[in-house]
Antibody, heavy 119, light 106 residues
Framework: EVQLVESGGGLSQPGGSLRLSCAAS????????MSWVRQAPGKGLEWVSY????????YYADSVKGRFTISRDKAKNSLHLQMNSLRVEDTAIYYC????????????WGQGTLVTVSS | EIVLTQSPATLSLSPGERATLSCRAS??????LVWYQQKPGQAPRLLIY???NRATGVPARFSGSGSGTDFTLTISSLEPEDLADYYC????????FGQGTKVEIK
């Protein structure tokens, strides 16, 4: 069974940092591209960052470029999002999502971790 | 950035009725259009990919159509468990989502 379990969310002050993790199981992690998608409270979905299966291709939304860093650990089957210089508008549930192999389709999503940025 | 506009914002229908949800793209996305269902308090769930292909395990009452800039998600006969927000998404370019359609059950 495919499982994606996010962790690392919590409360941060503006300007602070958090590191999100997504533990993957039930599939060959190294074969799948992965992404982070967020949802502000009561709002819609926003794609945040993408990393290819090899880690060689990475994209960021303009809203987080230069502040967030996506990475993956093949040995630990985990995905990470290092979030620096956090802003109030980064407050959201952060989901990790798996792409179907060789398709631009996020077919499995974790349950999300809540990040709150507030003074 | 490709903007996806969904309509209506809210759809209120009775069980058994047909629901038609629209998604319009600001420029052509070919058939690279995906529909997700998000029930209250849950993560999004993949329903339809490549505009018209049902994902594994999705009931046959859900269908997708369209290409280019105009797409439709149809629920042929609403069930109470279809209460959810529905989002379209394109990945022809940097991924963007529509603002969602809320389906309410009368």
């Amino acid at each position: 069974e495919v499982q994606l379990v996010e962790s690392g969310g919590g409360l941060s002050q503006p300007g602070g940092s958090l590191r999100l993790s997504c533990a993957a199981s039930g599939f060959t992690f190294s074969s799948h591209a992965m992404s982070w998608v967020r949802q502000a409270p009561g709002k819609g979905l926003e794609w945040v960052s993408y990393i290819s299966s090899s880690g060689g291709t990475i994209y960021y939304a303009d809203s987080v470029k230069g502040r967030f860093t996506i990475s993956r650990d093949k040995a630990k089957n985990s995905l990470h999002l290092q979030m620096n210089s956090l802003r109030v508008e980064d407050t959201a549930i952060y989901y990790c999502a798996r792409d179907e192999v060789n398709k631009d389709v996020a077919d499995y999503w974790g349950q999300g971790t809540l990040v709150t940025v507030s003074s | 950035e490709i903007v996806l506009t969904q309509s209506p914002a809210t759809l209120s229908l009775s069980p058994g009725e047909r629901a038609t949800l629209s998604c319009r793209a600001s420029q052509s996305v070919g058939n690279h259009l995906v529909w997700y269902q998000q029930k209250p308090g849950q993560a999004p769930r993949l329903l339809i990919y490549d505009a018209s292909n049902r994902a594994t395990g999705v009931p046959a009452r859900f269908s997708g159509s369209g290409s280019g800039t105009d797409f439709t998600l149809t629920i042929s006969s609403l069930e109470p468990e279809d209460l959810a927000d529905y989002y379209c998404q394109q990945r022809s370019h940097w991924p963007t989502f529509g603002q969602g359609t809320k389906v309410e059950i009368k």
